[in-house]
């Protein structure tokens, strides 16, 4: 079974300042790992994922995440928030050994964002 | 390319009714997938559907049942509604074991 557990159900922080988002992971088999945004009333947008290769993985919007095997994290950062920023971030894991991809998503992390 | 897309946006039901949701998959889009967000929370895997069959499901009871058409769309049915049926319900399109691209959602009330 896979599990995810998002700390902290709310980050806030200013306009330029470091934002970090933390996601643990639980899984069986080597995992495939997703950060995804959500905006208000809208449908879910992929950040960035990790399957295999490189650890660091670079995603859209200048947000980035480190796959860390001993540590089971997978934390997103992004070194100056923007005003639009502002959203709803969900970490999620799956795997192929079913034979399906099924995402498995953590409860979600609020990003504030002040002036 | 057209993304994903789903219909109604809102729906309002009453306890023990019946409703369908529907979902158009991107072009080139084979595989569509299910999911449930209740308010506060992440999305729940439904079911997914594969070349019109189903090919994985979550911890949801039978009375959530799919279709997919030749076509790659799909409905979401659920019968007899509960009050914790209330949630946005999430579609998302892929080729197999690749990128899920997600829809707007419909956003289901059950009084």
């Known amino acids: 079974a896979q599990s995810v557990t998002q700390l902290g159900s709310h980050v806030s922080v200013s306009e330029g300042a470091l934002v970090l988002l933390r996601c643990n992971y639980s899984?069986?088999?080597?995992?495939?790992l997703f950060w995804y945004v959500q905006y208000p009333n809208q449908g879910l947008q992929l950040l960035l994922k990790?399957?295999?290769?490189?650890?660091l993985v670079k995603g859209i919007n200048g947000f980035e995440a480190e796959f860390k095997k001993s540590e089971t994290s997978f934390h997103l950062t992004k070194p100056s928030a923007h005003m639009s920023d502002a959203a709803e971030y969900f970490c999620?894991?799956?795997?192929?050994?079913?034979?399906?991809?099924?995402?498995?998503f953590g409860t979600g992390t609020r990003l504030l964002v002040s002036p | 390319e057209t993304g994903v897309t789903q219909s109604p946006t809102h729906l309002i039901k009453t306890r023990g009714q019946q409703v369908t949701l529907r979902c158009s998959s991107q072009?080139?889009?084979?595989?569509v997938s299910w999911y449930q967000q209740a308010l506060g929370q992440g999305p729940q895997f439904i079911f997914q559907?594969?070349?019109?069959?189903?090919?994985g499901r979550g911890n949801f009871p039978p009375r959530f049942s799919g279709l997919q058409f030749p076509n790659y769309s799909s409905e979401l049915n659920v019968n007899a509604l509960e009050l914790d049926d209330s949630a946005l319900y999430l579609c998302?399109?892929?080729?197999?074991?690749?990128?899920?691209?997600f829809g707007p959602g419909t956003r289901l009330t059950v009084l």
């Open positions: 998302a399109s892929s080729s197999p074991n690749n990128e899920q691209f």
């Open positions: 899984s069986s088999v080597p995992p495939y």
């Open positions: 990790y399957t295999t290769g490189a650890t």
């Open positions: 999620a894991v799956s795997a192929l050994n079913t034979g399906f991809q099924k995402l498995v």
């Open positions: 072009s080139g889009h084979n595989t």
């Open positions: 559907y594969y070349r019109e069959e189903e090919n």
